[in-house]
Nanobody, 115 residues
């Protein structure tokens, strides 16, 4: 059984920074590809970033150069460092993985960028 728990969201001013964490339970974390998604009000959920088991990363164009995804296999945790935040980054952020041909999602953490 895989469980994902996000944390680190909150209210931040434009130009500010936040670091989200996603703690995973269940064996096999180090071989899972981990991803962050987000869903803004009245919009569809969109992909933000991915990190493979080998540490390769990919980013959506909208966050490239501002966000950094990383992982700590000793802590079964994936991170999303978000810098230079904009109001349009406001959303619920979710982490996701696929294990045993099943997709697993966390419950999400709210990020609000506002002055």
């Amino acid at each position: 059984q895989v469980q994902l728990v996000e944390s680190g969201g909150g209210l931040v001013q434009p130009g500010g920074r936040l670091r989200l964490s996603c703690a995973a339970s269940g064996s096999g974390f180090r071989v899972w590809t981990m991803a962050w998604y987000r869903q803004a009000p009245e919009k569809e959920r969109e992909w933000v970033a991915t990190i493979t088991s080998a540490g390769s990363t990919n980013y959506a164009n909208s966050v490239m150069g501002r966000f950094t995804i990383s992982r700590d296999n000793t802590k079964n945790t994936v991170y999303l460092q978000m810098n230079s935040l904009k109001p349009e980054d406001t959303a619920v952020y979710y982490c996701k993985t696929t294990a045993g041909l099943r997709n697993y999602w966390g419950q999400g953490t709210q990020v609000t960028v506002s002055s």
